[in-house]
């Protein structure tokens, strides 16, 4: 328990210092006495940087990755695999297909995004169970029929793109992954969906727990598997759809965050989503001001920067023994 708190203290202080870093640094440096003087009172200069651009930024990757992280802790909790992520497994690129063609052919329903995301990321997400389902629901048929989903969607972005080339200029953008570019009216939405979706994960930690027992396990004390299972992947879905309608594809953090909190924390999905909540938001600051800052004055996605963090540790899990999932 003293363990536990130990880790919640240090990763919550890690997130708070690098807020006021990501906040401080970039192409302009704010020097942290300005940045608290334009949080309180400042309207122009550095004080508009700070409050119109840098804090709706840095709130964005707060929320976006505590959503795409708790999505994957409790994707990974339905599939019993360590590998489930909603990129790999194609909820992020439902999410992106459906965004991309409103975006594209419908700019007047822009205020809609994340209601389109959401349904794209449901659709796939009934896609991969229908595939999935024979004679009941199993972990590996649904990581199967996930990778075959995305790929397939991945195959619809490009051709997407083919087709219109001419106007991909702000697509582009947000495909790649952009925290950038949010103003404050995005983020005021984004905090509401975000309290619903995490206060809707509370119930779900135990359902969680109860599927890590083994199905059989489960239904003799009296609950259906699948029927968690459904549950848990609306609410993933949820997390993951709206967070890619805002901010684009932005893959790995539902794949290496809950396995470094499972790591720390264990396996008591109680504490291992408000714990990965904070380590997901802490890692997407961090990677979206590495790519702020390292190619200055030119900025690298933060999606771009993720994949390149994410790739060799997605090898490093192929290799890693499993047999704490059960395989």
Request: with cysteine; aromatic share 6%; net charge positive.
């Amino acid at each position: 328990m003293k363990r536990r708190g130990s880790a919640f203290l240090i990763i919550s202080t890690l997130l708070v210092i690098m807020i006021v870093v990501a906040i401080s640094v970039g192409s302009v440096s704010v020097p942290l006495d300005q940045v608290i003087d334009s949080i309180f009172s400042g309207t122009g200069g550095s004080g508009g940087i700070v409050r119109d651009i840098r804090i709706p930024r840095v709130i964005m990757g707060v929320l976006v990755g505590a959503n795409l992280a708790v999505a994957g802790v409790l994707l990974q909790g339905v599939m019993g695999n360590p590998l489930a992520d909603p990129g790999i497994t194609g909820i992020s690129s439902g999410a992106s297909v459906v965004v991309m063609l409103v975006m594209l052919y419908f700019p007047g329903a822009s205020a809609s995004i994340p209601f389109y995301g959401f349904i794209g990321s449901m659709v796939a997400c009934m896609l991969i169970y229908l595939l999935a389902w024979k004679n009941g629901i199993s972990a590996i048929r649904i990581i199967l029929a996930g990778v075959a989903v995305n790929a397939m969607l991945g195959g619809v972005t490009s051709m997407i793109s083919i087709l219109n080339s001419e106007n991909l200029t702000g697509v582009l953008s947000w495909l790649n992954g952009n925290l950038g570019k949010k103003g404050w009216s995005e983020v005021r939405m984004l905090v509401i969906y975000t309290v619903i979706g995490l206060v809707l994960t509370i119930p779900l930690s135990k359902s969680c727990n109860l599927l890590a027992l083994g199905d059989k396990n489960a239904k003799s004390l009296g609950y259906s598997p699948n029927v968690l299972r459904i549950l848990i992947s609306i609410v993933a879905v949820f997390l993951a759809g709206i967070s890619t309608a805002y901010v684009g594809v932005i893959g790995f953090i539902g794949l290496v965050v809950p396995h470094i909190a499972r790591m720390i924390m264990g396996t008591d999905h109680k504490v291992l989503i408000p714990f990965s909540a904070l380590l997901g938001s802490t890692m997407l600051l961090l990677a979206d001001t590495l790519g702020r800052t390292i190619t200055a004055p030119y900025e690298i996605p933060v999606g771009i920067v993720m994949t390149i963090i994410g790739g060799p540790f997605f090898l490093y899990l192929l290799r890693k023994d499993q047999r704490r999932y059960g395989h």
